[in-house]
């Protein structure tokens, strides 16, 4: 099962972060073979939310030259390309495959056509091998990759905050793009502050959402300095078990979530 997160407005409602804290949860919670990969054509702020340190970032990338999306475009490109090679190319966190990072392009230049196409290639593959592959979309739909990611998965994770401006261009977008509001769907407003008059069932009311497909993700201190430390994983493990608390709190939203992902966002 392919899962798309993205949002509609660049840098706005942290779906990088959001990938990497459902990814964590999904490889906490199941034993799916489950790989997070992305579509950015610059380093991914993704890939160093699962690394400790900027330092273990620095190490470890380079030894991808040879390995990451670089590599697996040219194995599609020479057609040597099969679905069980993949996990020989990226990061793995856990054993038996249950949580993979697939690290980006480290090209400058944008990719062509061609490119594009050996990308959605290469995340086919990954269909045939893994149980669950976790995109990280470029936002936006002016870049075609993006939209053909959506088009093609599964299910799309709709990361958005409270935001006016955000919420209506988003309703604007989803009118004009009806294949991806037909899409099965899951809603998460990050950083979500409670004490805010756009509330999730407001939020909801507003925008003629399905309340059962609408989560939250509470703002929290602890989570983003887990990001910036590269401790995503970490935090979520670390955390799962505490009983209370607003790591608590945030640990059971994010975990709703997940659960309604895993079984299909059913409605």
């Not at 699962?50 to 999306?69: A, C, V």
């Not at 966190?93 to 993979?100: A, F, G, Q, V």
Request: overall charge neutral; charged content about 25%; aromatic content about 10%.
């Amino acid at each position: 099962m392919q899962i798309a997160l993205w949002s509609n407005m660049h840098g706005q409602a942290a779906t990088s972060a959001t990938t990497a804290a459902l990814a964590s949860m999904i490889a906490q919670k199941t034993a799916y073979k489950t790989l997070v990969a992305h579509n950015h054509f610059e380093r991914s702020a993704l890939e160093g939310y699962f690394f400790k340190q900027t330092g273990q970032l620095e190490q470890t990338l380079p030894s991808f030259s040879n390995q990451g999306m670089d590599a697996l475009v040219r194995l599609v490109r020479n057609g040597r390309l099969r679905p069980e090679m993949i996990t020989d190319y990226t990061y793995s966190l856990l054993k038996n495959h249950r949580l993979d990072i697939l690290v980006g392009t480290a090209k400058k230049e944008r990719p062509g056509d061609e490119d594009k196409e050996l990308l959605l290639d290469i995340f086919e593959s990954a269909r045939q091998f893994y149980d669950l592959v976790l995109i990280d979309v470029h936002s936006g739909l002016t870049e075609t990759l993006s939209r053909s990611i959506l088009e093609g998965s599964d299910i799309i994770v709709f990361c958005m905050n409270q935001n006016r401006f955000l919420l209506d261009d988003f309703q604007s977008l989803m009118e004009n793009n009806r294949v991806i509001k037909e899409k099965r769907c899951a809603y998460v407003l990050t950083r979500y502050e409670k004490q805010a008059s756009a509330t999730r069932g407001n939020l909801a009311r507003s925008y003629g959402l399905n309340p059962k497909s609408v989560f939250v993700l509470p703002n929290n201190v602890r989570f983003a300095d887990a990001l910036n430390q590269g401790r995503a994983f970490d935090f979520v493990a670390y955390y799962h078990n505490a009983r209370r608390g607003e790591e608590r709190e945030f640990l059971d939203c994010l975990g709703q979530l997940c659960d309604f992902v895993l079984e299909g966002c059913a409605q």
